[in-house]
């Protein structure tokens, strides 16, 4: 995601113009990352997606217009290269769930410190998923006892099986490339290979579901 050294460009998204002030202000104090832009409502976001082309979307699911898992949805499909960070109030299981089937890479409650909120970004945009402690409790025990266990995985290939555990570790795909000496572009054709066999619709999904059968452990 973006050009390598240069700042990550952030769309900020919040119907609130105190927070949105105050995450404007997170994003410019990190040296690594600048502000593309910012928008109040669901179509002044996917306008300014169109208009402003950022790197990464902090959003609030509560706007007016289309609500943050709408436009996330229509970005998945529109601009599948800029990343969803949700930055929201809502963390019950169903909300949580619907903002990353969306396409959601990253899900955080607000009351989140400055620190997890521009560890998050960075995650995010070197192709990592997040969800802060608020939420991931949550998502992991609405998919505990369904995913299936590692051994139970036969659609796998043992190559796919090793991407998958690196993914669950979190590492992002240069990262995973170099572990496993293979390219980017055919570490990009594993993952995607690994959420087709396993009916995930992201990264995300598949961590949750990855993690819940044992994979990952070992690099956490």
């Known amino acids: 995601m973006g050009e390598p050294g240069r700042p990550v460009r952030v ?7 105190l927070f949105r002030a105050g995450l404007r202000g997170v994003v410019e104090r990190m040296p690594d990352a600048e502000v593309a832009g910012e928008a109040a409502d ?7 997606v169109a208009t402003t082309r950022p790197d990464l979307v902090v959003l609030d699911l509560h706007l007016p217009g289309p609500d943050g898992v709408t436009v996330t949805a229509r970005l998945a499909e529109s601009h599948p290269d800029v990343a969803v960070v949700v930055l929201t109030m809502l963390s019950d299981d169903g909300t949580v769930l619907a903002a990353l089937r969306a396409g959601a890479r990253g899900y955080l409650v607000k009351g989140s410190d400055e620190a997890e909120i521009a560890a998050a970004i960075r995650i995010v945009a070197a192709g990592g998923s997040v969800l802060g402690p608020a939420v991931a409790d949550a998502v992991l025990a609405v998919h505990r006892g369904t995913a299936a266990a590692p051994e139970v995985f036969p659609q796998l290939s043992v190559r796919e099986r090793e991407v998958l555990d690196l993914v669950a570790a979190g590492l992002a795909n240069p990262v995973i490339a170099a572990e496993l000496h293979l390219s980017h572009q055919t570490v990009r054709n594993y993952v995607s290979s690994v959420f087709l066999k396993l009916g995930v619709v992201d990264r995300a999904a598949a961590i949750v579901a990855a ?10």
């Open 211 to 220: 993690r819940d059968a044992g994979l990952g452990t070992g690099r956490r």
């Open 42 to 48: 669901g179509d002044a976001a996917l306008a300014a």
């Open 11 to 17: 769309l900020v998204v919040d119907d609130h113009p």
